[in-house]
């Protein structure tokens, strides 16, 4: 089972970055997708961000496209979010997943996703 670790939340203001890293010391990110997703109080996880490890490809949330970027470090098995300008409704906890397919299809959705971290809380205060 693919363990995975996630860093890096935290308090900010709105219009300030975060950046937050998702780790995987079980070597498995050569295969496979990995995503990020968020949850806010109450609702249902919602998909921000995913790279497929065998054309490099992302998909984006349309509301984070322009604010946030995923990427990869395959040397150090790390997938990080690079989340700037950030705004209130950005406030959430944060998980990174992995699951083993490449496709694009239902990359969005996340009970396609077989792994999960514990999550990070982002607060961005107005």
């Known amino acids: 089972q693919v363990q995975l670790f996630e860093s890096g939340g935290g308090l900010v203001q709105a219009g300030d970055s975060l950046r937050l890293t998702c780790e995987d010391p079980g070597r498995s990110f050569t295969r496979g997708t990995m995503g990020w997703f968020r949850q806010f109080p109450g609702k249902e996880r919602e998909f921000v961000a995913a790279?497929?490890?065998?054309?490099?490809?992302?998909y984006y949330l349309d509301s984070v496209k322009d604010r946030f970027t995923v990427s990869r470090d395959d040397t150090k098995n790390t997938m990080y979010l690079q989340m700037n300008s950030l705004k209130p409704e950005d406030t959430a906890v944060y998980y990174c997943?992995?699951?083993?397919?490449?496709?694009?299809?239902?990359?969005?959705?996340?009970?396609?996703?077989?792994?999960w971290g514990q999550g990070t809380q982002v607060t961005v205060s107005s």
């Open positions: 997943a992995a699951r083993p397919s490449q496709s694009a299809m239902l990359v969005m959705d996340s009970s396609t996703y077989s792994d």
């Open positions: 790279f497929t490890s065998l054309f490099h490809k992302t």
